[in-house]
């Protein structure tokens, strides 16, 4: 069936232009106001003088007479007009204002120069420095969605090697998107627009799971979502290209342009069906010109009761075809489930790719097979998971070399013994396994293990041991093997929460003795992570590790970390500077599909900005959903990183992830900067919930939790790290 759809497949290319206008208006009115004035009866003198009466009979109709006269006689005067002045009517339209919601109105505008001198392993001396700057504004209508636009700039001030030490000229890099969010078709169906310097996107069945990642491409184009309670429909075009640049990265285009066009259906309460196809025309290979077709169909099951049970079938399928006639097919498939029985949690998957098997312009896993399967039992006292997984890669190449089985295992534990004492660790086990098994047999082990104590007058203490043998941690050097214990001392207390605006002091005392190399060296490690602000205008971050020696047991040597401060100068305006030393750089894909290269780094850099931003409109509009009873706005910042010990902290040596893209209650996204930092500005007080775009996750790297609470705090400003794990789901 998909070979059919790919065969009558053609999108035409075509471009999404979205102009919104909206207009206000005011009303005014008058206020007729009552004036009674009731007139005095008049008293009557009598003289006492001789009088004659004569009392004469009167008829029904003269009796009805007579009492109409006395009521028209006796009735108020008629209303008035009242004119209303200037001021009175300014005060009465202020006042029915203040009752009726208006437009939030949001600006941001940051410049940011930065200054960059790197070495590497692989590189020589390199010296930059940038200038960019950012701008957002934000306007919410109540009939025509959420309209934003975004745009940023960078320019290279200076550009020197260690060969030439000269100054390159570089192009600006420039980037700007406008959208347009919640613009409601129907009282249940809304559409999602984009135009500009975008990213393709994938309908909701085909999302990464645990094992599928069909990643997504930047490009230079138009894209709509339309989505209704049941359905989701996504189609969109555009020329492909990068990002590149600091401090704000623009748009690079290429000569290819990519069109797709998805949709999910929900059938009924357990089933949905997805497909997706997208068309790549001058697909680059080898300095030759393709046209690059690639379809996928999704069948997803899945019940809510005590069993959660659920199941997801992919089938992928992509042609590519060369100008001078020639064609290859290329099939994936891939099968994952998982059923929960009492407190035990068992998934499974099993998939296998033919060679070169494209989705869009990403290649995915191809010529390889594996299966796996993951247990996890979670309570509040004990709780564990184990996942055993096989793979095998190049099955038809016919070099032994690069034919390769890998066997893995990885598990975690953490058993609390009472409120003040808990115990547990994680381990990995891999290894490589090549034709020439003689020659070439790779295993390589990492073991973690900690005990922890809290204390009301001491805080919070955690022992613990680190095992490496043969392991990769960094790309651009040899294999770990040693072994190191620690200890972290947090004084606070209130680091437990991962999300927190208190402050936060975190010391490290650690001892390593490292074998990598021939000789043996044995030396101190200490490091120091702190939160502080000295007034409710000025505040001081801090994470920094040290390492006595060029030591291979951690991904970064001598000093490294990073130090930020951030004051607020006045209402709107802040000033900021960070100093950033030795962290480990990590290359992601863009796509998400492969996993992470994370190099050691011996570099430093410092950045200052200078930040602008206000509103208009009410209140409540600020981004994020308003908590009933609430008022005012903070903000949350944090990191999304590598979570290698599984203990949902951040340690100074576990590194960043770039260009990973963070929800802030589904509605709202910002991508994690070079160093895995992000932020949220303008956030209403009160609950919120965090979540990540998957497809831009390298594998085999997830979440444990698909969505993180945190709470915001009036005028605060919240920290939430967030955890990357290996194997979780």
């Known amino acids: 069936m998909i070979a059919c759809l790919i065969n009558s497949f053609n999108v035409a290319s075509w471009l999404n232009s979205l102009m919104l206008n909206c207009l206000l208006g005011v009303f005014l009115f008058a206020v007729w106001q009552p004036a009674l004035a009731i007139e005095k009866a008049q008293q009557l003198e009598i003289q006492n003088s001789n009088v004659s009466v004569q009392i004469e009979s009167v008829d029904q109709v003269q009796a009805q007479q007579e009492k109409l006269k006395i009521l028209i006689e006796n009735s108020p005067p008629a209303y008035q007009d009242k004119v209303m002045s200037a001021p009175e009517l300014l005060e009465l339209t202020n006042a029915e204002a203040?009752?009726?919601?208006?437009?939030?109105?949001?600006?941001f505008l940051e410049t940011r120069a930065n200054y960059i001198d790197s070495k590497t392993n692989k590189t020589d001396l390199y010296k930059t420095g940038d200038l960019g700057l950012r701008l957002e504004y934000l306007y919410e209508t109540a009939s025509l969605g959420d309209v934003k636009i975004q745009a940023q700039t960078s320019q290279q001030a200076n550009n020197k090697h260690q060969e030439s030490l000269s100054f390159e000229e570089d192009e600006p890099d420039t980037s700007i998107t406008l959208i347009n969010n919640n613009l409601y078709l129907t009282p249940s169906i809304a559409a999602d627009s984009a135009l500009g310097d975008i990213s393709s996107e994938l309908t909701d069945a085909l999302r990464r799971s645990s094992r599928v990642a069909l990643g997504v491409d930047n490009l230079q184009g138009a894209r709509t979502r339309i989505r209704g309670e049941k359905f989701d429909l996504r189609l969109g075009s555009g020329d492909l290209g990068k990002l590149q640049g600091s401090p704000y990265a623009g748009y690079r285009q290429t000569d290819e342009r990519l069109d797709w066009l998805g949709a999910s259906q929900q059938l009924n309460k357990h089933l949905v069906v997805g497909f997706q196809a997208n068309q790549l025309d001058s697909f680059r290979t080898n300095q030759n010109h393709s046209k690059l077709t690639s379809a996928a169909l999704a069948l997803n099951y899945k019940t809510e009761d005590k069993n959660d049970k659920k199941l997801r079938f992919t089938l992928l399928k992509s042609q590519k075809s060369t100008a001078a006639g020639h064609s290859t097919t290329s099939q994936g498939a891939y099968l994952e489930g998982g059923f929960r029985v009492g407190r035990y949690l068992h998934e499974f998957g099993a998939y296998r790719t033919d060679p070169e098997l494209y989705?869009?312009?990403n290649l995915l896993s191809s010529d390889e097979q594996g299966a796996s399967w993951r247990f996890t039992r979670d309570s509040s006292q004990f709780s564990f998971s184990a996942g055993l997984s096989l793979e095998e890669h190049q099955l038809q190449e016919k070099n032994p070399d690069k034919q390769a089985k890998t066997l893995g295992f990885d598990g975690s534990l953490r058993y609390r013994l009472d409120r003040s004492h808990s115990y547990g660790g994680s381990l990995r086990l891999q290894q490589i396994r090549y034709a020439d098994m003689a020659a070439n047999d790779q295993r390589s082990v990492y073991a973690y293990a900690y005990y922890e104590l809290i204390n009301a007058d001491w805080g919070r203490s955690r022992f613990s041991t680190t095992v490496h043998r043969n392991e990769k941690i960094v790309s651009n050097d040899i294999a770990a093997t040693g072994d190191e214990v620690q200890w972290e001392q947090d004084w606070l207390a209130n680091s437990k929460q991962i999300l927190s605006s208190q402050p936060e002091l975190i010391t490290t005392l650690g001892l390593a003795h490292d074998r990598s190399a021939d000789e043996t060296r044995t030396y101190?490690?200490?490091?120091?992570?702190?939160?502080?602000?000295?007034?409710?205008?000025?505040?001081l971050n801090s994470s920094l590790r040290y390492s006595a020696s060029s030591g291979k047991l951690s991904s970064s040597q001598g000093l490294s970390g990073s130090v930020s401060s951030e004051y607020r100068l006045s209402a709107g305006l802040t000033f900021g500077a960070a100093l950033n030393l030795n962290q480990a750089k990590v290359e992601v894909e863009r796509n998400g599909m492969h996993e992470a290269q994370t190099s050691r780094s011996h570099d430093k850099s410092a950045q200052v900005y200078l930040r602008w931003e206000g509103s208009r409109g009410r209140e409540?509009?600020?981004?994020?959903?308003?908590?009933?009873?609430?008022?005012?706005?903070g903000g949350i910042i944090g990191s999304v990183f590598f979570d290698s010990n599984?203990?949902?902290?951040?340690?100074?040596?576990?590194?960043?992830?770039?260009?990973?893209?963070?929800?802030?209650?589904?509605?709202?996204?910002?991508?994690?900067?070079q160093h895995g930092y992000y932020e949220f500005t303008r956030v209403a007080t009160g609950a919120h919930a965090l979540t990540l775009n998957l497809d831009t996750v390298p594998l085999p790297w997830s979440v444990k939790e698909e969505s993180v609470s945190v709470e915001v705090?009036?005028?605060?400003?919240?920290s939430a790290n967030l955890a990357l794990t290996k194997g979780a789901d």
């Open 713 to 718: 705090s009036l005028r605060g400003q919240t």
């Open 524 to 539: 101190p490690t200490a490091g120091i992570t702190g939160r502080y602000w000295l007034n409710s205008d000025w505040r």
């Open 646 to 673: 599984q203990d949902g902290q951040r340690q100074g040596d576990e590194a960043g992830v770039p260009e990973v893209e963070v929800y802030l209650d589904g509605g709202y996204s910002v991508r994690t900067d």
């Open 98 to 107: 203040e009752e009726i919601p208006e437009g939030f109105q949001s600006y």
């Open 620 to 633: 409540h509009s600020v981004i994020g959903k308003r908590t009933t009873g609430l008022a005012g706005i």
């Open 359 to 361: 989705f869009g312009k």
